[in-house]
Protein backbone atom coordinates (compact mmCIF):
# COMPACT_ATOMS: atom_id res chain seq x y z
CA UNK A 1 0.00 0.00 0.00
CA UNK A 2 2.26 2.39 1.05
CA UNK A 3 5.35 0.44 2.22
CA UNK A 4 7.16 3.64 4.67
CA UNK A 5 6.36 1.42 7.78
CA UNK A 6 9.30 -1.11 7.70
CA UNK A 7 11.82 -2.65 10.21
CA UNK A 8 15.35 -2.71 10.21
CA UNK A 9 16.60 -5.95 9.98
CA UNK A 10 19.96 -5.78 10.74
CA UNK A 11 19.12 -5.08 14.50
CA UNK A 12 16.42 -8.01 14.41
CA UNK A 13 16.76 -11.44 16.07
CA UNK A 14 16.15 -13.81 13.47
CA UNK A 15 12.83 -15.47 16.03
CA UNK A 16 11.44 -11.58 15.75
CA UNK A 17 12.05 -11.64 12.14
CA UNK A 18 9.96 -14.87 11.49
CA UNK A 19 7.41 -13.57 13.94
CA UNK A 20 6.97 -10.36 11.58
CA UNK A 21 6.83 -12.44 8.46
CA UNK A 22 4.39 -14.61 9.85
CA UNK A 23 2.37 -11.82 10.48
CA UNK A 24 2.12 -10.40 7.36
CA UNK A 25 0.90 -13.75 5.78
CA UNK A 26 -1.35 -14.57 8.49
CA UNK A 27 -3.12 -10.93 7.20
CA UNK A 28 -3.13 -12.10 3.68
CA UNK A 29 -4.48 -15.10 4.06
CA UNK A 30 -7.24 -13.60 6.40
CA UNK A 31 -7.78 -10.55 3.66
CA UNK A 32 -7.97 -13.65 1.27
CA UNK A 33 -10.15 -15.36 3.36
CA UNK A 34 -12.81 -12.73 4.48
CA UNK A 35 -12.36 -10.48 1.22
CA UNK A 36 -11.13 -11.71 -1.46
CA UNK A 37 -7.68 -12.56 -3.35
CA UNK A 38 -7.76 -8.73 -5.53
CA UNK A 39 -6.82 -7.04 -1.72
CA UNK A 40 -4.25 -8.81 -1.25
CA UNK A 41 -1.84 -7.85 -4.43
CA UNK A 42 -1.95 -4.06 -3.40
CA UNK A 43 -0.81 -5.31 0.69
CA UNK A 44 2.55 -3.93 2.67
CA UNK A 45 4.62 -4.67 5.59
CA UNK A 46 2.49 -1.31 6.67
CA UNK A 47 -0.49 -4.06 7.82
CA UNK A 48 1.92 -6.14 9.57
CA UNK A 49 2.85 -3.46 11.63
CA UNK A 50 -0.70 -2.68 12.59
CA UNK A 51 -1.52 -6.53 13.45
CA UNK A 52 1.80 -6.16 15.65
CA UNK A 53 0.01 -3.47 17.19
CA UNK A 54 -3.33 -4.51 17.42
CA UNK A 55 -1.84 -7.80 19.36
CA UNK A 56 0.12 -6.62 21.07
CA UNK A 57 -1.90 -3.90 22.85
CA UNK A 58 -5.09 -5.55 23.16
CA UNK A 59 -2.64 -8.70 24.36
CA UNK A 60 -4.40 -11.43 21.66
CA UNK A 61 -3.31 -15.00 21.77
CA UNK A 62 -1.21 -16.67 18.32
CA UNK A 63 -0.70 -19.62 16.94
CA UNK A 64 1.27 -20.28 13.84
CA UNK A 65 1.75 -22.96 11.44
CA UNK A 66 2.76 -23.46 7.93
CA UNK A 67 1.15 -23.15 4.51
CA UNK A 68 1.01 -22.50 1.11
CA UNK A 69 0.12 -19.19 -0.91
CA UNK A 70 0.22 -17.65 -4.49
CA UNK A 71 4.09 -16.00 -3.85
CA UNK A 72 5.39 -19.37 -1.93
CA UNK A 73 3.90 -21.71 -3.70
CA UNK A 74 6.40 -24.68 -3.36
CA UNK A 75 7.76 -24.15 0.27
CA UNK A 76 5.97 -23.53 2.95
CA UNK A 77 6.03 -20.42 5.32
CA UNK A 78 5.35 -19.66 8.33
CA UNK A 79 1.87 -18.17 8.84
CA UNK A 80 -0.11 -16.41 12.26
CA UNK A 81 -3.85 -17.58 12.82
CA UNK A 82 -5.31 -15.20 15.25
CA UNK A 83 -8.69 -14.02 14.25
CA UNK A 84 -8.76 -11.79 17.17
CA UNK A 85 -5.24 -10.12 16.27
CA UNK A 86 -5.77 -10.08 12.47
CA UNK A 87 -10.16 -9.32 11.88
CA UNK A 88 -9.34 -5.42 12.30
CA UNK A 89 -6.39 -4.97 10.55
CA UNK A 90 -7.74 -6.86 8.02
CA UNK A 91 -10.76 -4.64 7.84
CA UNK A 92 -8.73 -1.49 7.74
CA UNK A 93 -6.34 -2.89 5.26
CA UNK A 94 -9.74 -3.60 3.01
CA UNK A 95 -11.35 -0.01 3.97
CA UNK A 96 -7.56 1.32 3.05
CA UNK A 97 -6.86 -0.22 -0.58
CA UNK A 98 -10.13 0.03 -1.83
CA UNK A 99 -9.81 3.90 -1.39
CA UNK A 100 -6.72 4.52 -2.06
CA UNK A 101 -7.36 2.67 -5.76
CA UNK A 102 -10.43 4.57 -6.15
CA UNK A 103 -7.96 7.83 -5.62
CA UNK A 104 -5.37 6.36 -8.38
CA UNK A 105 -8.42 6.08 -10.89
CA UNK A 106 -7.69 10.16 -10.58
CA UNK A 107 -4.02 9.82 -11.46
CA UNK A 108 -2.73 11.74 -14.90
CA UNK A 109 -1.40 8.20 -15.65
CA UNK A 110 -2.97 5.90 -18.16
CA UNK A 111 -1.65 2.79 -17.11
CA UNK A 112 -2.10 3.82 -13.38
CA UNK A 113 -6.03 4.77 -13.79
CA UNK A 114 -6.68 1.84 -15.92
CA UNK A 115 -5.41 -1.11 -13.19
CA UNK A 116 -7.10 1.01 -10.44
CA UNK A 117 -10.42 0.65 -12.49
CA UNK A 118 -10.46 -3.29 -13.23
CA UNK A 119 -9.03 -3.82 -9.56
CA UNK A 120 -12.10 -2.07 -7.97
CA UNK A 121 -14.37 -4.10 -10.11
CA UNK A 122 -13.33 -7.31 -7.72
CA UNK A 123 -12.99 -5.17 -4.36
CA UNK A 124 -16.36 -4.08 -4.13
CA UNK A 125 -18.05 -6.96 -2.70
CA UNK A 126 -15.17 -6.83 0.12
CA UNK A 127 -15.23 -3.32 0.71
CA UNK A 128 -19.23 -3.52 1.52
CA UNK A 129 -18.40 -6.38 3.69
CA UNK A 130 -15.48 -4.46 5.54
CA UNK A 131 -17.46 -1.10 5.79
CA UNK A 132 -20.44 -3.00 7.22
CA UNK A 133 -18.47 -4.31 10.45
CA UNK A 134 -16.11 -0.62 10.60
CA UNK A 135 -18.86 1.40 9.36
CA UNK A 136 -17.19 4.88 11.05
CA UNK A 137 -13.98 3.76 9.92
CA UNK A 138 -14.77 3.81 6.57
CA UNK A 139 -16.65 7.35 7.05
CA UNK A 140 -13.70 8.52 8.61
CA UNK A 141 -11.68 7.22 4.86
CA UNK A 142 -13.67 8.66 2.71
CA UNK A 143 -14.47 11.61 3.98
CA UNK A 144 -10.64 12.15 4.08
CA UNK A 145 -9.86 11.25 0.88
CA UNK A 146 -12.35 13.62 -0.32
CA UNK A 147 -10.83 16.24 1.67
CA UNK A 148 -7.02 15.54 0.43
CA UNK A 149 -8.88 15.82 -3.06
CA UNK A 150 -9.61 19.10 -1.66
CA UNK A 151 -6.31 20.58 -0.72
CA UNK A 152 -4.45 19.22 -3.55
CA UNK A 153 -6.65 21.50 -5.73
CA UNK A 154 -5.65 24.49 -4.13
CA UNK A 155 -2.78 26.03 -5.33
CA UNK A 156 -2.01 27.68 -1.92
CA UNK A 157 -1.70 24.42 -0.13
CA UNK A 158 1.34 23.87 2.02
CA UNK A 159 2.54 20.40 3.25
CA UNK A 160 1.27 20.89 6.95
CA UNK A 161 -2.22 21.05 5.05
CA UNK A 162 -1.49 18.73 2.65
CA UNK A 163 -0.62 16.18 5.19
CA UNK A 164 -3.44 16.64 7.15
CA UNK A 165 -5.72 14.33 5.57
CA UNK A 166 -3.04 11.15 5.66
CA UNK A 167 -2.75 11.80 9.20
CA UNK A 168 -6.44 11.85 10.46
CA UNK A 169 -6.88 8.65 8.26
CA UNK A 170 -4.33 7.09 10.38
CA UNK A 171 -5.46 8.76 13.34
CA UNK A 172 -9.15 6.78 12.99
CA UNK A 173 -7.23 3.74 12.20
CA UNK A 174 -5.20 3.50 15.44
CA UNK A 175 -8.05 4.88 17.48
CA UNK A 176 -9.99 1.70 16.79
CA UNK A 177 -7.41 -0.45 18.04
CA UNK A 178 -8.55 -0.11 21.63
CA UNK A 179 -11.58 -0.01 23.59
CA UNK A 180 -9.30 1.75 26.68
CA UNK A 181 -10.11 5.51 26.70
CA UNK A 182 -7.07 6.36 27.79
CA UNK A 183 -5.35 4.20 25.32
CA UNK A 184 -7.02 5.49 22.43
CA UNK A 185 -5.86 8.90 23.43
CA UNK A 186 -2.72 7.77 23.12
CA UNK A 187 -3.33 5.58 20.09
CA UNK A 188 -5.09 8.68 18.38
CA UNK A 189 -2.09 11.31 18.58
CA UNK A 190 0.30 8.07 17.55
CA UNK A 191 -1.74 7.14 14.32
CA UNK A 192 -1.58 11.12 13.89
CA UNK A 193 2.41 11.40 13.39
CA UNK A 194 2.76 7.49 11.66
CA UNK A 195 0.04 9.45 9.11
CA UNK A 196 2.09 12.32 8.71
CA UNK A 197 5.06 10.63 8.63
CA UNK A 198 3.90 8.03 5.28
CA UNK A 199 2.71 11.51 3.77
CA UNK A 200 6.41 13.02 3.95
CA UNK A 201 7.99 9.79 2.92
CA UNK A 202 5.27 9.59 -0.25
CA UNK A 203 6.01 13.01 -1.24
CA UNK A 204 9.62 13.07 -1.37
CA UNK A 205 9.51 9.35 -3.14
CA UNK A 206 7.04 10.73 -5.98
CA UNK A 207 8.57 14.29 -6.17
CA UNK A 208 10.20 13.29 -9.63
CA UNK A 209 7.11 11.49 -11.19
CA UNK A 210 4.71 14.27 -10.06
CA UNK A 211 6.83 16.99 -11.66
CA UNK A 212 7.16 14.92 -14.98
CA UNK A 213 3.25 14.26 -14.88
CA UNK A 214 2.61 17.48 -13.53
CA UNK A 215 0.66 15.81 -10.17
CA UNK A 216 0.04 17.69 -7.01
CA UNK A 217 3.18 17.81 -4.87
CA UNK A 218 3.49 19.81 -1.53
CA UNK A 219 7.14 20.19 -2.37
CA UNK A 220 6.96 21.28 -5.37
CA UNK A 221 5.25 24.89 -3.94
CA UNK A 222 7.74 24.66 -1.00
CA UNK A 223 10.91 24.87 -3.20
CA UNK A 224 9.28 26.65 -6.25
CA UNK A 225 10.64 23.46 -8.21
CA UNK A 226 10.52 23.03 -12.65
CA UNK A 227 11.49 20.26 -14.62
CA UNK A 228 15.36 21.00 -13.76
CA UNK A 229 15.95 20.28 -10.06
CA UNK A 230 19.39 21.81 -9.31
CA UNK A 231 21.84 20.52 -6.52
CA UNK A 232 21.38 23.01 -4.62
CA UNK A 233 17.77 22.29 -4.21
CA UNK A 234 17.78 19.08 -4.14
CA UNK A 235 20.26 19.16 -0.53
CA UNK A 236 17.22 21.79 0.48
CA UNK A 237 14.39 19.18 -0.41
CA UNK A 238 16.57 16.49 1.73
CA UNK A 239 17.38 18.45 4.54
CA UNK A 240 13.75 19.82 5.29
CA UNK A 241 12.12 15.97 4.93
CA UNK A 242 14.65 14.58 6.91
CA UNK A 243 13.91 17.68 9.40
CA UNK A 244 10.13 17.22 9.26
CA UNK A 245 10.25 13.48 9.49
CA UNK A 246 12.77 13.60 12.52
CA UNK A 247 10.22 15.74 14.63
CA UNK A 248 7.30 13.76 13.52
CA UNK A 249 9.06 10.69 14.53
CA UNK A 250 10.44 11.93 17.73
CA UNK A 251 6.54 12.90 18.88
CA UNK A 252 5.59 9.52 17.77
CA UNK A 253 8.09 7.98 19.75
CA UNK A 254 6.55 9.65 23.01
CA UNK A 255 3.18 8.56 22.39
CA UNK A 256 4.29 4.94 21.78
CA UNK A 257 6.33 5.30 25.08
CA UNK A 258 3.44 5.46 26.93
CA UNK A 259 1.36 2.29 25.95
CA UNK A 260 1.59 -0.57 27.24
CA UNK A 261 2.48 -3.34 25.00
CA UNK A 262 1.89 -7.07 26.38
CA UNK A 263 3.77 -8.69 23.44
CA UNK A 264 6.18 -8.66 20.09
CA UNK A 265 7.47 -5.13 21.86
CA UNK A 266 11.33 -5.90 20.84
CA UNK A 267 9.75 -5.93 17.07
CA UNK A 268 7.70 -2.97 17.62
CA UNK A 269 10.66 -1.29 18.66
CA UNK A 270 12.85 -2.21 16.09
CA UNK A 271 10.49 -0.30 13.59
CA UNK A 272 9.55 2.52 15.79
CA UNK A 273 13.39 3.21 16.75
CA UNK A 274 15.16 2.12 13.98
CA UNK A 275 12.46 0.82 10.69
CA UNK A 276 11.08 4.59 10.01
CA UNK A 277 14.35 6.85 10.41
CA UNK A 278 16.06 3.67 7.96
CA UNK A 279 13.26 3.72 5.64
CA UNK A 280 13.34 7.40 5.32
CA UNK A 281 17.09 7.91 4.96
CA UNK A 282 16.92 4.76 2.62
CA UNK A 283 14.81 6.85 0.22
CA UNK A 284 16.31 10.35 0.31
CA UNK A 285 19.56 8.37 -0.30
CA UNK A 286 17.94 6.63 -3.44
CA UNK A 287 15.71 9.34 -4.81
CA UNK A 288 17.85 12.94 -4.31
CA UNK A 289 22.12 11.48 -4.66
CA UNK A 290 23.95 10.33 -7.75
CA UNK A 291 24.33 6.88 -8.67
CA UNK A 292 27.79 6.18 -7.36
CA UNK A 293 26.37 7.31 -3.79
CA UNK A 294 27.28 10.42 -3.00
CA UNK A 295 25.55 13.18 -2.58
CA UNK A 296 24.73 15.94 -5.32
Known amino acids: MFGYVRIFKPQMRV ?12 LCKKIKKDYGFT ?17 AVNDYSACAGKCRCVAHPIKKTICVRCDDGLSYP ?26 A ?5 FLKRGY ?30 SIDLAAEPSAKMMEAIAESISENENEKRILKRFGYCLGRYIYLCDAADDLFDDIKKRNFNPLIKQFSLNKDISPEQKNEIMQFVT ?20 KYKPILDNIIYFG ?12 FTEKDGNEV
Not at 15 to 26: I, L, N, S
Not at 39 to 55: G, R
Open 128 to 157: KKAKAVCPELAKEIELQMRRQTEVESDPEC
Open 39 to 55: ATMTLSYDFAFLSLMNS
Open 243 to 262: ESVNMTLGELANCYTLLTLH
Open 90 to 115: AVAAEILIYHKLRDDCCDKGFLKKLL
Open 15 to 26: CEYDTYKAFYCG
Open 117 to 121: RFMLL
Open 276 to 287: LKNSCFQLLKDK
